[in-house]
């Protein structure tokens, strides 16, 4: 059925509880949306099993709204169907999934079988209950090595894929398509994101990685609040203006705005629609370090190392589709990601797991 979402209708959020799932919630929120959301907490902070993870508890800071929270796995299917007899959703924003690149290359079936497995448990559930509106959270990394900048969506995807995470981005993508080509009714947006970066304005939610961060901006961060060291760059022998590599951060309040404008074109697409959710900017690894030591007044020490293995050189997206359909356009600069994310980070030196004094929470 082609209506509107109303504003009272439930979403199903998956992996909401995560670093893009919370500041999207928080943008349904405030929209009036009814978010339902369901995580493990596998990379979540929560007091006890089965809590509002520390995230979702921001949130009601933040909005004063309350967050209807269950602790559901994906892969446990009869939990899953019992949440769709228990609430009538009109959408289903999927976010749940693991996400490191590097722990993908080292244990590729715990990937195959949480993301792949965990998507076709919740797209049966969703036709067992004809919801069939769907935003899923892809990622860039389908395109493999860009063989034309800016990336369009008119990009090959597939080819050159250097790791099981993005694999299962790509297949998962495939399996929508081949299944919004196969049964009518079926709404899904496909949304590719470049490289999130920052926090909400309030700093009390922010990325909080288990563990040393895999990705640039959270390791920039812990470097200038003081948790690691020294910052390695992983090489300096580019085709790009300083030799480092060069990417499309986006900030993930933009990147939250971008899924709300999705989840209301839903009802003017039919099938599957895969776009770009990036900001057509590319900046280098040295560009964002130093724009992250003007937002902190911090030093952050860095040595040049060896390239990392998988990694592309320059990529940054044609976010002109984006712009067109969902009437949607990235606005924050990355000087604003890098204000933004020193404010959570030198708030909460220690993320979610922070006592008001600072200090790491001992529970
Ligand atoms: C960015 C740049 C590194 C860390 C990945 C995933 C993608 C998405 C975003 C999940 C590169 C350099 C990094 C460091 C460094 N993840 N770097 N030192 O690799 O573009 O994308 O994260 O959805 O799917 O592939 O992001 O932040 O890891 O790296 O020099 O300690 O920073 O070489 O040039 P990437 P990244």
């Not at 050189?313 to 933004?340: F, H, I, Q």
Request: aromatic letters at 10%.
């Amino acid at each position: 059925d082609g209506k509107k979402l109303i504003m009272d209708d439930y979403i199903l959020v998956t992996g909401g509880a995560g670093y893009i799932g919370c500041h999207t919630v928080l943008e349904l929120l405030e929209c009036g949306y009814q978010p339902i959301v369901i995580d493990n907490c596998c990379n979540a902070t929560c007091d006890g099993v089965e809590s509002t993870p520390e995230s979702l508890k921001r949130i009601k800071q933040i909005t004063g709204k309350e967050v209807t929270f269950k602790y559901i796995d994906l892969l446990d299917k009869p939990r899953l169907l019992a949440l769709f007899k228990e609430f009538k959703f009109n959408a289903v924003m999927h976010f749940a999934g693991l996400k490191s690149v590097n722990e993908s290359i080292a244990k590729p079936m715990d990937y195959y079988e949480v993301n792949i497995g965990g998507t076709i448990n919740l797209v049966e559930c969703m036709k067992e209950f004809n919801v069939k509106n769907m935003v899923f959270s892809s990622s860039a990394t389908v395109y493999g090595p860009p063989v034309k900048l800016p990336v369009a969506e008119t990009h090959p995807v597939g080819k050159g894929l250097t790791n099981p995470y993005g694999k299962t981005k790509f297949f998962i993508e495939e399996i929508l398509r081949d299944l919004a080509n196969a049964e009518e009714g079926w709404r899904i947006m496909i949304l590719r994101y470049f490289n999130p970066v920052g926090s909400h304005i309030s700093g009390l939610i922010g990325e909080d990685p288990q563990g040393t961060p895999g990705n640039l901006m959270p390791y920039v961060a812990q470097v200038a609040v003081g948790r690691l060291p020294i910052l390695s760059v992983f090489g300096n022998d580019y085709k790009t203006h300083d030799g480092t590599g060069v990417r499309d951060f986006i900030h993930v309040v933009d990147l939250a705005k971008g899924h709300i404008a999705a989840l209301q074109k839903l009802s003017e697409i039919e099938g599957s629609k895969a776009i770009n959710l990036g900001t057509g900017h590319g900046y280098s690894v040295l560009d964002a370090v130093k724009a992250f030591e003007r937002a902190s007044q911090r030093d952050v020490p860095f040595k040049f190392a060896p390239r990392r293995p998988g990694d592309l050189g320059c990529v940054y997206a044609d976010p002109s589709l984006a712009e067109k359909l969902l009437n949607w356009k990235a606005s924050r600069t990355l000087d604003d990601m890098c204000v933004d994310l020193w404010r959570w980070q030198s708030k909460h030196p220690n993320g979610y797991k922070t006592e008001p004094n600072g200090n790491l929470k001992t529970s």
